[in-house]
C-alpha cells in the first residue's frame, strides 16, 4: 500500500491487555448477503439444522478435552461489507429466527465490516475513535524473501497480491530482448508437488467522489475475522472488539450497529484458544486463502506471549502458529427431500 501509516503495539509505552478466553469458539456459518435476500429460506435452515447437531458434537468433544465447564461460544458473521444497503432488522430477525427454530444456538453476531473498521470502545464506552482495522492488520503482512527476482512486480504489500511461493512471472529474464523460457510456478516449503496459490488482497477503486479507496478482499477481512475469534488484535495495547450487549431493537443501518453483538448474556468469551468454522463448501478457497495470509502476518510478540501462558496456567499448549489454533468443517449440499405435504409448508425460493 502506498499509506506509509506504520501500526506497531508500541509495547515498550503501553501494557498489552489480555482476554478473556474461551476454550473453544464455533463460527455456525456464513452467507453472502445475497443468499440472505433472495428468499433462499430453505438453504439457511437445511444448513443450521445440520450445523446445529455439529455444535453440539464439537461441545461434548470440549468437554472430553477440557473438562464439564469447557468454555463454548457460538458466532455467525454478517456479510454487511459486501452488503452495507441492506436492511439489518430484516436481516437479523430472519438469520436468528430460523437458528432458534433449528435449536442453534447463537451466542454472538459480528459484522464484516467491523474487520474493515471498528468502533474503540473503553470500558464498554464508545470513544467517537474508529480503528482502520484493515490497514493496521496490512501493516503487520511480510511477504516470502523470493530471490532473485527481476523487479518487473512490486513487493506484494504494495501491489495487493500475496503468494505462498514464487510466481512463473518472477522467473522471466530481465534482459531486454530476450524471449524468456517458461518455468511454473513454485511453492516454497512444498513436498512433492506444489500447490501455488495467489491471493488478492485488496484493490482501487474510484468513489462517486473521484477519490481512490481501497476495497478490501473477503479472504483478507476472514482472515481478521479469525485473528479477533483467537484473541490476537490490540490497538494501542487494547482489545479491538469488545462484545456489546443486544440493544432493544436493531439499528436503521449495519453501520450503527456494534462490530460483535452479545446475544447471549450467560455466554462464555467471544475470543477462544481454538476457533472452529462451519461452512457451506464454496468457502473452501477463501479458507485457503485465509490460511496462506495468515502465515504471512507477524503477530505482536506479547499478545501471543500472553496467550501461551494463559494456555499453560490452564495445562493447555498453545501453538505460536496461530493457523495451528483453526479447524474447519466445510458442510456438503447433499438434502434429502421432503415428502410433498411436508415441504409445502416450507417457505419457497424466490
Request: aromatic share 8%; net charge negative; hydrophobic share 40%.
Amino acid at each position: 500500500m502506498n499509506d506509509a501509516t506504520v501500526y506497531s503495539e508500541a509495547t515498550e509505552q503501553v501494557q498489552v491487555a489480555g482476554v478473556e478466553l474461551a476454550h473453544l469458539s464455533i463460527e455456525t456459518g456464513h452467507f453472502y448477503m445475497k443468499n440472505l435476500t433472495n428468499g433462499d429460506d430453505a438453504t439457511i435452515r437445511a444448513h443450521f439444522k445440520r450445523v446445529a447437531k455439529l455444535v453440539d458434537l464439537y461441545t461434548e468433544a470440549a468437554k472430553a478435552d477440557f473438562g464439564e465447564s469447557a468454555r463454548v461460544s457460538t458466532c455467525f458473521l454478517i456479510d454487511d461489507y459486501f452488503g452495507p444497503n441492506t436492511d439489518p432488522t430484516e436481516i437479523l430477525t430472519k438469520v436468528l429466527d430460523i437458528a432458534n427454530d433449528c435449536e442453534l444456538r447463537i451466542d454472538y453476531l459480528a459484522r464484516e465490516a467491523g474487520c474493515w473498521e471498528t468502533p474503540l470502545y473503553v470500558d464498554g464506552h464508545l470513544t467517537g475513535q474508529q480503528i482502520k482495522l484493515a490497514e493496521m492488520v496490512a501493516s503487520w503482512l511480510v511477504a516470502e524473501p523470493v530471490q532473485p527476482t527481476t523487479g518487473r512486480r512490486p513487493p506484494d504489500v504494495e501491489s495487493g497480491w500475496l503468494c505462498n511461493g514464487r510466481r512463473s512471472s518472477e522467473h522471466d529474464s530481465d534482459q531486454a530482448m530476450q524471449v524468456p523460457e517458461y518455468r511454473h510456478p513454485k511453492e516454497l516449503g512444498s513436498r512433492e508437488h506444489s500447490i501455488f496459490l495467489d491471493v488478492e488482497l485488496w484493490n482501487k477503486q474510484i468513489g462517486k467522489d473521484g477519490e481512490e479507496n481501497t476495497r478490501w478482499s473477503c479472504p483478507f477481512l476472514a482472515s481478521i475475522w479469525q485473528l479477533l475469534r483467537l484473541g490476537m488484535v490490540r490497538y494501542e495495547g487494547r482489545a479491538v472488539v469488545e462484545p456489546v450487549p443486544r440493544a432493544a431493537s436493531w439499528p436503521k443501518s449495519w453501520w450503527e450497529m456494534p462490530s460483535v453483538v452479545q446475544l447471549n448474556p450467560k455466554a462464555a468469551p467471544f475470543a477462544a484458544y481454538q476457533a472452529l468454522s462451519i461452512l457451506p463448501q464454496s468457502y473452501l478457497n477463501i479458507e485457503h486463502a485465509v490460511r496462506t495470509i495468515l502465515d504471512h502476518i507477524v503477530i505482536d510478540q506479547e499478545v501471543l506471549d500472553k496467550t501461551i501462558k494463559r494456555g499453560a496456567d490452564e495445562r493447555i499448549v498453545i501453538p505460536r502458529e496461530v493457523g495451528q489454533r483453526l479447524s474447519h468443517v466445510f458442510v456438503d449440499e447433499v438434502v434429502k427431500r421432503l415428502p410433498a405435504a411436508e415441504h409445502a409448508i416450507l417457505p419457497t425460493p424466490s
